[in-house]
């Protein structure tokens, strides 16, 4: 099976500072995205960034950017100057392009985000 | 916000009861997908369609059976209820760019 792994079940920063969450994958395909999905309490699924793997760029959004290495199957998500907003459920997940994958989705187990004041 | 809703938003079931989930869109998309979400797991992919009445399982798809008859919606159908089925539902939509949107979920409790 072709997985995705969030080894931080939780973290936390203080509002203001830095946090990287972690996300590896494991897949046979040379084409595919990768993606961070925040899940606040509303529930409400919300995409926060996504990469291409055949760009080397690493995406950038507002305070989101991404550390994406492809040959180490890496993902992580840096968020700056944390925010009481940002506090939520944050959810990796990986989309095969091409063929008849469908744009499927495979989801890490998610990393609880908590932000103190 | 893309245009999708799920209909009901809320349900309470008994077990051996079945159980349909409905998932409307106003975008257009030709992709949609049903997933679960359940605590340690993430969401996982249950169903999903790639056109009118083009459909496909997805990794836990055993106890469930969809329909696809119009562009627009998306229906998920529990056959007879388990409670192994209690569970959050979302649905999805996308277009060719890959980028999925979710509806606000549905939670499901089978007693």
């Known amino acids: 099976a072709q997985t995705v792994t969030q080894s931080q079940p939780e973290m936390s920063v203080q509002e203001a500072e830095t946090v990287t969450l972690s996300c590896t994958y494991d897949?046979?395909?040379?084409?595919?995205?990768l993606f961070w999905y925040k899940q606040p309490p509303s529930r409400q699924m919300i995409l926060v960034i996504r990469q291409e793997a055949y760009k080397q760029q690493n995406a950038t959004e507002n305070r989101f950017s991404v550390n994406f290495q492809k040959a180490a199957k890496s993902f992580s998500l840096k968020i700056s100057d944390s925010q009481l907003g940002d506090a939520a459920m944050y959810f990796c997940a990986r989309a095969n392009a091409g063929g008849t994958s469908y744009g499927k989705l495979t989801f890490g187990q998610g990393t609880i985000l908590t932000v103190h004041p | 916000d893309a245009g999708i809703t799920q209909s009901p938003r809320h349900k309470v079931t008994e077990t051996g009861t079945p159980v349909t989930l409905r998932c409307h869109q106003t975008?257009?998309?030709?992709?949609m997908y049903w997933y679960r979400q359940d605590p340690g797991h993430g969401l996982r992919l249950i169903h999903y369609?790639?056109?009118?009445?083009?459909?496909d399982k997805g990794e836990v798809s055993d106890g469930y059976s969809v329909s696809r008859s119009k562009t627009e919606d998306f229906l998920l159908t529990l056959e007879s209820a388990t409670s192994s089925q209690t569970s959050v539902y979302f649905c999805a939509i996308s277009d060719r760019s890959y980028e999925q949107y979710f509806g606000p979920g549905t939670r499901l409790t089978v007693t």
């Open positions: 897949t046979s395909e040379s084409d595919y995205y």
């Open positions: 369609s790639y056109g009118v009445k083009d459909t």
């Open positions: 975008e257009n998309h030709r992709y």
